[in-house]
């Protein structure tokens, strides 16, 4: 014992005399902003190690996804020293290629877990491996257009549980005779408000041990429940991902709920509405109840096939393990992070000008820490379609109640998956 | 020349002739194509057969109790995304095709000038970018924003939710592909109709058959073949149908507009699932397979 403890503190100590004079090339696989944001903190790290050359390249997100793909199939070929990994796309490369990435635990990633809240590791680990470093996050957020809720009346303080929105949206309704709405959901193309509201309520398609399918508990029955009494109530528009850019372009959404990182959505995909924009949290399902969940996001991983994995961990420390580097990102694409240190940065502290000098940043990071962990397993293509369907049938009131509803989702998608249903 | 030269001068008793070894040089020069297609095209053939009984997602967590194909034959989206499929084929195929006959007829006629500008205005639909012209499809059908609906609402008429009710995504799907496919098909049955005889339609003339008649009693059988192939054409293109329900719809809402070609994608690439994939894939082929031969059975005959 005393042996193993002594040829690891030299270990650390070799590998922490090496990092100073690390050198040769990093190369990075990604996609678009955040490549750019990737690089942004290129600069910054080149201040700690001057020899190691970094290189960005941006392939866009499907090449990234299907190249990293076809390379783990062959053995890792042709893999750049960083890949970038969508979370909920991470674990199939985790289940079907376990020795395509490195563990990053030998590189010294437990050192490091505390910095980054618990849900951000749950889809990056396996089998006790930790394959990736948390990147960007997507802290759920109620976006929302200042100057129409005042119109309306309507205080968002005052909103604080899905009833109190439903109130909201009535008064939306009458003052704009229906023309403008609470928010755009996505139904029959997509489940990301299910996804979100399961979150908030504790529940998701699996358990976090991805052994059972969870999809009919109670917190997804609340959440399913939620999502008709808004439809019900006429206070939201269906809409997918382009149309509902175009609803709140056009002015017919009050609101959006997305993963924090739909503030570059709205900032750039409508400059004009600059200072009638701000954010308040998500509402709760019960008064009192949690106002946090989880939307998205994306992590970093070095390929096994790396010739430079000290260098290339070394950028992963830096750009995503260090409050400079997070911040960098977060000033130039809007990245949220996921590091805790990043959110006691004074930028962050900072009032934001689109949003009406809001310090939406302190708002939205401040709910990290409350979001449940969650997992989406090496099947969560499979549920997600199971889950869109039942919804879009459900809304459409082929089930009596949502408990019905998710119960026979469950049951197509343990059939899809093998995975039990939980009792 | 000589071939004849040798049968004349060969004598009547031949003495058993010796088995000469086929030469060898013909198969050199042909095995890089068999190695090539060997490799890259019976092979995964196979591979993805023998795929079709395996689960290619065992790994970490549990695995799927069942095969491939017997997850197939119970599987519900399956069912819906070949009961999608087969919609779309009994609808838009004949109406593509009655379309593209009267189209080509009506390319055919003497009486169109600039014949060869109307030829390209109808193919041209095929030259542009899928992607392109599905985004295209996506705003005109834009429930708030799109040209459809103002259209209708400037008419005085209701304006239709296009994309996001499983009715009028369909018939989206099934416009857009009339659209994009019926110049192409109208090209094929063109150079049939050059094909026919002018001699059939100056008997037909004399001996006083009206147009009308000339196009049910002439014109028909004689383009039966060229038909036949645009509807085996069309039936195998539908069966495999992919870029507008993936583009356009993207399969939905709900999974309403899913056809065979999105199931076997979102099975193979989203979820990683390549057995299951292998199993769709295979069954396709097999649809098409009968279809074809039914077509053939069915139209012909009789030629």
Same mark, same amino acid.
């Given at each position: 014992?005393?042996? *193993?403890?002594?040829?690891?503190?030299?270990?650390?100590?070799?590998?922490?005399?090496?990092?100073?004079?690390?050198?040769?090339?990093?190369?990075?696989?990604?996609?678009?902003?955040?490549?750019?944001?990737?690089?942004?903190?290129?600069?910054?790290?080149?201040?700690?190690?001057?020899?190691?050359?970094?290189?960005?390249?941006?392939?866009?997100?499907?090449?990234?996804?299907?190249?990293?793909?076809?390379?783990?199939?062959?053995?890792?070929?042709?893999?750049?020293?960083?890949?970038?990994?969508?979370?909920?796309?991470?674990?199939?490369?985790?289940?079907?290629?376990? =020795?395509?990435?490195?563990?990053?635990?030998?590189?010294?990633?437990?050192?490091? +877990?505390?910095?980054?809240?618990?849900?951000? !590791?749950?889809?990056?680990?396996?089998?006790?491996?930790?394959?990736?470093?948390?990147?960007?996050?997507?802290?759920? @957020?109620?976006?929302?257009?200042?100057?129409?809720?005042?119109?309306?009346?309507?205080?968002?303080?005052?909103?604080?549980?899905?009833? /109190?929105?439903?109130?909201?949206?009535?008064?939306?309704?009458?003052?704009?005779?229906?023309?403008?709405?609470?928010?755009?959901?996505?139904?029959?193309?997509?489940?990301?408000?299910?996804?979100?509201?399961?979150?908030?309520?504790?529940?998701?398609?699996?358990?976090?041990?991805?052994?059972?399918?969870?999809?009919?508990?109670? &917190?997804? $029955?609340?959440?399913?429940?939620?999502?008709?009494?808004?439809?019900?109530?006429?206070?939201?528009?269906?809409?997918?991902?382009?149309?509902?850019?175009?609803?709140?372009?056009? #002015?017919?959404?009050?609101?959006?709920?997305?993963?924090?990182?739909?503030?570059?959505?709205?900032?750039?995909?409508?400059? /004009?509405?600059?200072?009638?924009?701000?954010?308040?949290?998500?509402?709760?399902?019960?008064?009192?109840?949690?106002?946090?969940?989880?939307?998205?996001?994306?992590?970093?991983?070095?390929?096994?096939?790396?010739?430079?994995?000290?260098?290339?961990?070394?950028?992963?420390?830096?750009?995503?393990?260090?409050?400079?580097?997070?911040?960098?990102?977060?000033?130039?694409?809007?990245?949220?992070?996921?590091?805790?240190?990043?959110?006691?940065?004074?930028?962050?502290?900072?009032?934001?000008?689109?949003?009406?000098?809001?310090?939406?940043?302190?708002?939205?990071?401040?709910?990290?820490? /409350?979001?449940?962990?969650?997992?989406?397993?090496?099947?969560?293509? =499979?549920?997600?379609?199971?889950?869109?369907?039942?919804?879009?049938?459900?809304?459409?009131?082929?089930?009596?109640?949502?408990?019905?509803?998710?119960?026979?989702?469950?049951?197509?998608?343990?059939?899809?998956?093998?995975?039990?249903?939980?009792? | 020349?000589?071939?004849?030269?040798?049968?004349?001068?060969?004598?009547?008793?031949?003495?058993?002739?010796?088995?000469?070894?086929?030469?060898?040089?013909?198969?050199?020069?042909?095995?890089?194509?068999?190695?090539?297609?060997?490799?890259? !095209?019976?092979?995964?053939? $196979?591979?993805?057969?023998?795929?079709? %009984?395996?689960?290619?997602?065992?790994?970490?967590?549990?695995?799927?109790?069942?095969?491939?194909?017997?997850?197939?034959?119970? /599987?519900?989206?399956?069912?819906?995304?070949?009961?999608?499929?087969?919609?779309?084929?009994?609808?838009? @195929?004949?109406?593509?095709?009655?379309?593209?006959? +009267?189209?080509?007829?009506?390319?055919?006629?003497?009486?169109?000038?600039?014949?060869?500008?109307?030829?390209?205005?109808?193919?041209?639909?095929?030259?542009?970018?899928?992607?392109?012209?599905?985004?295209?499809?996506?705003?005109?059908?834009?429930?708030?924003?799109?040209? +459809?609906?103002?259209?209708?609402?400037?008419?005085?008429?209701?304006? +239709?939710?296009?994309?996001?009710?499983?009715?009028?995504?369909?018939? $989206?799907?099934?416009?857009?592909?009339?659209?994009?496919?019926?110049?192409?098909?109208?090209?094929?049955?063109?150079?049939?109709?050059?094909?026919?005889?002018?001699?059939?339609?100056? *008997?037909?003339?004399?001996?006083?058959?009206?147009?009308?008649?000339?196009?049910?009693?002439?014109?028909?059988?004689?383009?039966?073949?060229?038909?036949? %192939?645009?509807?085996?054409?069309?039936?195998? &293109?539908?069966?495999?149908?992919?870029?507008?329900?993936?583009?356009?719809?993207?399969?939905?809402? #709900?999974?309403?507009?899913?056809?065979? #070609?999105?199931?076997?994608?979102?099975?193979?690439?989203?979820?990683?699932?390549?057995?299951?994939?292998?199993?769709?894939?295979?069954?396709? *082929?097999?649809?098409?397979?009968?279809?074809?031969?039914?077509?053939?059975?069915?139209?012909?005959?009789?030629?």
């Amino acid at each position: 014992m005393k042996k *193993a403890l002594l040829t690891l503190s030299a270990l650390l100590i070799s590998s922490a005399a090496a990092q100073t004079n690390l050198s040769g090339t990093v190369t990075i696989w990604s996609w678009d902003v955040a490549a750019k944001a990737l690089q942004s903190t290129v600069p910054g790290f080149n201040k700690k190690h001057p020899n190691v050359k970094v290189e960005v390249v941006d392939l866009g997100n499907q090449n990234v996804y299907d190249r990293g793909l076809a390379g783990c199939a062959a053995g890792g070929a042709d893999m750049p020293d960083v890949y970038s990994i969508e979370n909920g796309e991470a674990e199939v490369f985790w289940a079907r290629f376990p =020795d395509c990435f490195v563990d990053l635990n030998t590189l010294g990633a437990n050192k490091i +877990v505390n910095q980054f809240p618990a849900f951000k !590791w749950t889809e990056l680990t396996a089998n006790g491996k930790r394959f990736a470093m948390p990147w960007d996050s997507g802290p759920v @957020v109620m976006f929302y257009r200042r100057d129409l809720y005042q119109q309306a009346g309507i205080n968002p303080n005052d909103i604080k549980t899905w009833d /109190d929105y439903i109130a909201a949206g009535k008064k939306m309704n009458a003052k704009f005779g229906g023309n403008v709405k609470m928010g755009t959901i996505a139904n029959g193309q997509d489940d990301e408000w299910f996804r979100m509201l399961a979150n908030q309520n504790g529940c998701f398609y699996f358990d976090n041990a991805a052994s059972q399918v969870t999809v009919a508990r109670p &917190g997804c $029955v609340t959440a399913l429940g939620t999502i008709k009494k808004l439809y019900d109530a006429k206070v939201v528009a269906t809409g997918d991902w382009g149309g509902q850019i175009t609803s709140f372009k056009a #002015g017919k959404a009050a609101s959006a709920m997305f993963g924090a990182w739909y503030e570059g959505t709205i900032r750039t995909n409508a400059p /004009d509405q600059k200072g009638k924009w701000g954010v308040y949290l998500m509402p709760a399902s019960r008064p009192g109840g949690p106002r946090a969940s989880n939307l998205g996001g994306s992590a970093l991983a070095i390929p096994s096939a790396s010739k430079n994995k000290e260098a290339a961990f070394a950028f992963l420390q830096h750009a995503l393990g260090s409050a400079d580097g997070q911040v960098t990102m977060l000033k130039s694409q809007g990245l949220v992070p996921s590091l805790l240190s990043a959110t006691r940065d004074p930028y962050v502290a900072q009032g934001q000008s689109y949003w009406a000098n809001q310090k939406v940043w302190q708002t939205i990071l401040g709910t990290l820490g /409350d979001v449940p962990p969650s997992r989406g397993t090496q099947y969560f293509q =499979d549920a997600r379609q199971v889950m869109v369907v039942v919804q879009a049938d459900y809304i459409k009131g082929k089930y009596k109640t949502a408990k019905e509803a998710l119960d026979d989702a469950a049951k197509k998608i343990s059939s899809a998956t093998g995975l039990p249903i939980a009792k | 020349m000589t071939t004849t030269a040798r049968s004349t001068t060969s004598p009547p008793v031949a003495t058993p002739p010796r088995r000469k070894r086929p030469p060898l040089a013909p198969y050199l020069f042909i095995l890089p194509y068999l190695l090539i297609f060997a490799t890259f !095209w019976a092979w995964p053939i $196979v591979s993805s057969f023998l795929m079709s %009984f395996k689960d290619s997602r065992l790994g970490a967590a549990a695995p799927y109790g069942l095969s491939n194909w017997s997850r197939l034959v119970q /599987d519900e989206f399956f069912r819906t995304a070949l009961r999608n499929t087969l919609v779309i084929l009994v609808i838009q @195929v004949p109406l593509m095709l009655s379309l593209a006959t +009267v189209l080509a007829v009506a390319l055919n006629s003497k009486l169109l000038k600039a014949a060869g500008l109307f030829r390209f205005a109808f193919f041209a639909p095929l030259v542009v970018g899928t992607v392109a012209y599905s985004a295209v499809f996506r705003l005109l059908f834009n429930t708030d924003f799109g040209i +459809v609906n103002r259209a209708l609402t400037g008419l005085g008429l209701p304006a +239709v939710d296009w994309l996001n009710q499983s009715g009028p995504a369909m018939s $989206v799907l099934i416009l857009a592909m009339t659209w994009r496919w019926t110049g192409y098909n109208a090209i094929i049955l063109l150079a049939g109709l050059q094909g026919i005889s002018e001699d059939v339609y100056e *008997a037909a003339a004399i001996d006083g058959a009206t147009p009308a008649q000339q196009f049910w009693k002439i014109t028909l059988p004689l383009l039966r073949p060229t038909l036949l %192939f645009c509807l085996v054409l069309s039936v195998i &293109g539908t069966l495999q149908l992919f870029t507008e329900p993936a583009l356009i719809t993207n399969s939905g809402p #709900g999974n309403s507009t899913m056809t065979l #070609g999105t199931y076997l994608y979102q099975q193979g690439f989203r979820s990683f699932n390549f057995g299951y994939a292998s199993a769709i894939a295979y069954t396709v *082929a097999a649809i098409a397979a009968i279809f074809s031969v039914l077509q053939l059975r069915l139209f012909g005959r009789e030629q």
